[in-house]
């Protein structure tokens, strides 16, 4: 045992953060968790989005050619994919807290030394460092989110983890047109270090949440499961673990559908200029933001299952409808609807998977489900951009709209378990 471990024993919290029903009690200890795990997930938006800002600056400045620079984003979301299948794993065994520090630390610099390439090959693998760091944010941020607060606000604490994304690409979108100005595209790397130090800091003040001290404590007196197989441990859990790989690559490939090809939409078929575009995209970014916060209120008043089918069903309506809208103020009133029930699931998933895999494969089983999901989702550009050349980008958001029908199914394979203890007792 470190130093480290030392003092987290010896600031251990009450064993009652999120234990049990009866518990509504957010503890000063629940509020660092969620804190640290919204910042985590915030520098993960805008390290993800900054690349996007500086790309057209490094392509100039380096001779990129412009598949060259399309790997740059291909290479960054591959690291992310696979830091997502190892992080969650080391967080199960070695501690929430410490490996999220470690996944931050190592993007942060990373990030930071981006600003340093001279050509492709060194940035490619820059980038790809960075996106394994980035991966571990989602499910290590979510799984100390969900074990720190009481379980009746649960789905709350992993909404503000999820607004902690949206919040990020704002950051990046609003300095990074300053930055590139005053300092260059290589400016806007080297601010990414700065995750590295407030990490430290809170490494030092935020111990483990209860429920993985307990973990450890049992695992010290026998053999600990592999995490992995935890996924898929028997039949019933398989098609739990199917479910929300469904639902997750849903929310993935409607987001990054949307995200991707918004502003060409608004610009081409709406005809705004590119800083109406830019408005009206935020907007949208505005009503994601808003969206999360009321999911989180209502999958903790009404269940896990009834909210995601009222935001699925709202999604599938909400883009369809979206994309018949001709006039400038009905698309960004519309937008900001979309931009609600699209996105607004994001912090469910930190708490339906929480409530549905033990302590022993939590944080595996964030970062595996939904980093398979995002993964799928990377696909959604290019899918969008075929259907799009085929047959207009109107006709691509009604095609985005039908795949949340198919999440709507999934979600009969995964049970509801709001307000229960995250270990329950065997049945």
């Known amino acids: 045992m470190d130093v480290d471990d030392d003092a987290a024993n010896r600031a251990a919290p009450p064993r009652s953060t999120g234990a049990g029903p009866g518990d509504e009690q957010v503890t000063p200890y629940g509020r660092k968790a969620v804190f640290a795990a919204t910042l985590g997930y915030a520098m993960d938006g805008f390290d993800l989005q900054i690349l996007g800002f500086a790309l057209p600056a490094i392509t100039l400045s380096l001779g990129l050619s412009t598949t060259e620079a399309g790997w740059l984003a291909t290479i960054t979301l591959i690291g992310t994919v696979a830091g997502a299948m190892v992080f969650g794993?080391?967080?199960?065994?070695?501690?929430?807290?410490?490996?999220?520090t470690y996944s931050i630390v190592l993007f942060a610099v990373f990030t930071a030394l981006t600003?340093?390439?001279?050509?492709?090959?060194?940035m490619a693998i820059f980038r790809f460092i960075a996106g394994i760091g980035i991966g571990g944010e989602f499910g290590i941020g979510m799984a100390l989110a969900a074990e720190a607060f009481p379980a009746l606000k649960r789905a709350r604490a992993t909404s503000i983890v999820g607004v902690g994304f949206q919040l990020g690409v704002l950051l990046a979108a609003i300095i990074s047109a300053p930055v590139i100005t005053l300092w260059g595209w290589r400016g806007l790397f080297v601010i990414g270090v700065f995750p590295a130090v407030v990490a430290a800091v809170f490494r030092r003040r935020l111990h483990e949440p209860e429920a993985f001290l307990k973990h450890r404590e049992d695992a010290a007196r026998e053999k600990p499961p592999n995490p992995y197989r935890l996924l898929v441990a028997d039949r019933r859990i398989a098609k739990i673990s199917l479910g929300?790989?469904?639902?997750?690559?849903?929310?993935?490939?409607?987001?990054?559908?949307?995200?991707?090809?918004?502003?060409?939409?608004?610009s081409k078929q709406i005809g705004l200029s590119l800083t109406a575009s830019a408005t009206w995209t935020a907007v949208t970014i505005g009503g994601m933001i808003f969206g999360i916060l009321l999911f989180g209120q209502l999958a903790d008043r009404i269940g896990r299952r009834k909210a995601f089918?009222?935001?699925?069903?709202?999604?599938?309506?909400?883009?369809?409808?979206?994309?018949?809208?001709?006039?400038?103020?009905?698309?960004?009133?519309?937008?900001?609807?979309?931009?609600?029930f699209a996105n607004g699931m994001l912090g469910g998933y930190g708490a339906i998977i929480a409530e549905n895999?033990?302590?022993?494969?939590?944080?595996?089983?964030?970062?595996?489900?939904?980093?398979?999901?995002?993964?799928?989702?990377?696909?959604?550009?290019?899918?969008?951009?075929?259907?799009?050349?085929?047959?207009?980008?109107?006709?691509?958001?009604?095609?985005?709209?039908?795949?949340?029908?198919?999440?709507?199914?999934?979600?009969?394979?995964?049970?509801?378990?709001?307000?229960?203890p995250l270990d329950p007792a065997p049945r």
């Open 89 to 100: 794993a080391l967080a199960d065994r070695y501690g929430r807290v410490r490996i999220l």
């Open 357 to 420: 895999f033990p302590t022993a494969g939590r944080a595996t089983a964030q970062n595996v489900l939904f980093g398979i999901g995002r993964g799928v989702g990377g696909f959604a550009p290019l899918v969008v951009a075929l259907f799009a050349s085929a047959y207009g980008f109107a006709a691509a958001l009604s095609f985005l709209a039908l795949i949340y029908i198919v999440a709507m199914v999934a979600m009969v394979l995964i049970p509801d378990r709001r307000a229960e």
């Open 309 to 340: 089918w009222i935001f699925q069903a709202g999604a599938c309506l909400a883009l369809f409808g979206y994309s018949q809208l001709q006039a400038p103020l009905a698309v960004l009133a519309g937008g900001a609807v979309m931009g609600i």
């Open 115 to 122: 600003a340093l390439s001279q050509g492709f090959v060194e």
């Open 244 to 266: 929300i790989v469904i639902i997750c690559s849903v929310q993935n490939f409607g987001y990054y559908g949307i995200m991707t090809w918004l502003p060409t939409y608004l």
